[in-house]
C-alpha cells in the first residue's frame, strides 16, 4: 500500500525534479528523424512484433507449398517410373550415342514454368549450354528447344538467336502420352536435326536428381551408323514384313522413339521438381522457425529493458522525493 501511494506521489511530481523534460518543446527546425527518435522504445516492440507475424504467415505459405509438392508427386512418381520401360527397348535395339559428331544438332532442355524448386532449372541450363559449346563449329549448327519458363527466362539472356521454338505451361493439365506426342510432333516438323539431345532431370528420391541426356538420331543418321557397323548394325539382322522400306521404318521408329523418349523425360522432369520443391520449402519452414525463434527472444529482451527502464525512473523519483523531503 504504501509503495502504491510512493508511486504515485512520484509520477506527480516527476516533472518538476526530472533533470529530463517528459514533453520537451520542439523547434520549428527539428527533423522528422529526431521526432521519431522520442518513442525509439515503443515503436521498436511494434516492430518486432509486426515482423514475428509476417515469418509466421511466410512459414505457414511454405507449410502448406510443401504438403501440395508431396500430393502431386506421389500422383506423378508412379507414372514416371512404369513410363521408362517404354524408351528402354529403344535403347536395347538403337543403342544410345550423345557423343555422336553430327552437323546440325538440337537441344531439347526441360524446366519447371514456376520457381522455389531449388537448382533444378540452372541444372539444365548448364548442361544445355556445355553441350552446345560440344557440338558447335565452323559447319556444325546448333539450335536449342526451350520447354519451360524458367529455362525460357535464362537462355533468352544470351542465346536468344539459337532458339527455334519454345513451349510454355505443358504442366498446366494432367500429363499424358497424347499430349507429350503432339509436343514431340510439333517439334520435329519445326526443327532440322542430325541428333535430338533431351536434357533433363532423372528422378531418384525426394533429396536426389540426376541432369540426364537422352539421344535420339534422325533415320539417315541411324541407316548411315547401321552401314558402318557397331551396335546399330545389328538391325540389317532383322527381317522387314509388309510392303514398307527400310527408311520408312526407320522414320516411324525414330518419331515414336522421340515421343516415347518425351513422355519419359516430362515425368521425371515433373517428380525432380516436385521433389526439389518439397525440400525447398521444408529448409524454408525450418529456417522460418529459426528466425522466429530470435525475433522472439529479441522482443522478449526489448520489453523487459523498457519495463526495467520504466522501474528505473520510477525508483529514481521516488528517491528524489525523499531526498528533497
Not at 63 to 91: C, Y
Not at 137 to 150: A, L, Q, R, S, Y
Not at 199 to 207: D, L, M, T
Request: hydrophobic share 40%.
Amino acid at each position: 500500500m504504501a509503495m502504491s501511494i510512493l508511486r504515485r506521489e512520484g509520477r506527480r511530481l516527476l516533472p518538476s525534479i526530472s533533470a529530463r523534460p517528459i514533453a520537451p518543446i520542439r523547434s520549428p527546425l527539428a527533423s522528422d528523424q529526431e521526432e521519431g527518435l522520442l518513442g525509439v522504445r515503443s515503436i521498436s516492440t511494434q516492430v518486432v512484433r509486426n515482423r514475428m507475424k509476417s515469418v509466421k504467415n511466410i512459414q505457414k505459405i511454405t507449410k502448406a507449398m510443401k504438403m501440395v509438392a508431396a500430393s502431386k508427386l506421389r500422383a506423378v512418381q508412379g507414372r514416371a517410373e512404369n513410363s521408362r520401360g517404354l524408351w528402354q527397348p529403344f535403347t536395347a535395339l538403337l543403342g544410345d550415342n550423345p557423343s555422336i559428331d553430327v552437323k546440325k544438332s538440337v537441344v531439347v532442355t526441360l524446366s519447371s514454368d514456376k520457381g522455389l524448386c531449388g537448382g533444378i532449372n540452372s541444372t539444365v541450363v548448364k548442361v544445355s549450354r556445355a553441350l552446345y559449346k560440344l557440338n558447335a563449329g565452323p559447319e556444325k549448327d546448333v539450335k536449342f528447344v526451350i520447354v519451360g519458363e524458367k529455362a525460357k527466362a535464362i537462355m533468352f539472356r544470351d542465346s536468344k538467336n539459337d532458339i527455334s521454338l519454345t513451349v510454355t505451361e505443358l504442366n498446366k493439365n494432367p500429363l499424358n502420352y497424347a499430349q507429350v506426342s503432339v509436343l514431340a510432333d510439333d517439334i520435329l516438323k519445326n526443327v532440322e536435326f542430325d541428333a535430338l539431345r533431351i536434357v533433363y532431370n532423372k528422378f531418384h528420391s525426394v533429396v536426389a536428381f540426376l541432369p540426364t541426356v537422352a539421344t535420339v538420331l534422325s533415320p539417315e543418321i541411324i541407316e548411315k551408323e547401321s552401314e558402318v557397323g557397331g551396335k546399330l548394325g545389328e538391325l540389317d539382322s532383322y527381317e522387314i514384313e509388309g510392303g514398307e522400306t527400310k527408311g520408312e521404318i526407320l522414320q516411324n521408329l525414330a518419331e515414336f522413339q522421340f515421343s516415347c523418349v518425351m513422355f519419359n523425360a516430362v515425368l521425371e522432369n515433373a517428380c525432380s521438381e516436385m521433389g526439389a520443391r518439397m525440400s525447398a520449402m521444408d529448409s524454408s519452414s525450418r529456417n522460418a522457425g529459426e528466425m522466429l525463434d530470435r525475433l522472439t527472444l529479441t522482443y522478449n529482451r526489448t520489453r523487459q529493458a523498457s519495463i526495467t527502464t520504466e522501474l528505473i525512473e520510477i525508483i529514481s523519483g521516488a528517491s528524489a522525493l525523499e531526498a528533497a523531503k
